[in-house]
């Protein structure tokens, strides 16, 4: 079993920085890109932020430049610094991961139970 935990998010004013994080656990083999996506009530999830195993950052053009994911590969956990932070950043924030239990040693995709992000103007 593998678990995937968010924390860190919160109500911050616009032009504020949050950081969010994801710990992953369980019975782990290993794991591929991590990601951050966000959803909005009634609208799909969307990617914000994605990280490779070599550290290959990708991110949606509404959050390139100001916010940074990062990954800590002996620990198993990723971060999202955001910063600049605007109203339409209000959402939840999943993480995902692509993990290769040592159960099964299949990759299979992951999700963490999300975290709201709340930005006030």
């Known amino acids: 079993q593998v678990q995937l935990v968010e924390s860190g998010g919160g109500l911050v004013q616009a032009g504020g920085s949050l950081r969010l994080s994801c710990a992953a656990s369980?019975?782990?083999?290993?794991?591929?890109?991590m990601g951050w996506y966000r959803q909005d009530l009634g609208k799909q999830r969307e990617l914000v932020a994605t990280?490779?195993?070599?550290?290959?950052?990708n991110y949606a053009d509404s959050v390139r430049g100001r916010f940074t994911v990062s990954r800590d590969y002996a620990k198993n956990t990723m971060t999202l610094q955001m910063s600049s932070l605007k109203p339409e950043d209000t959402s939840v924030y999943y993480c995902?991961?692509?993990?290769?239990?040592?159960?099964?040693?299949?990759?299979?995709?992951?999700w963490g139970q999300g975290t709201q992000v709340t930005v006030s103007s």
């Open positions: 995902n991961a692509h993990v290769t239990d040592t159960l099964s040693f299949i990759q299979r995709s992951y």
């Open positions: 369980g019975s782990i083999f290993g794991i591929n890109t």
């Open positions: 990280i490779t195993t070599d550290g290959t950052a």
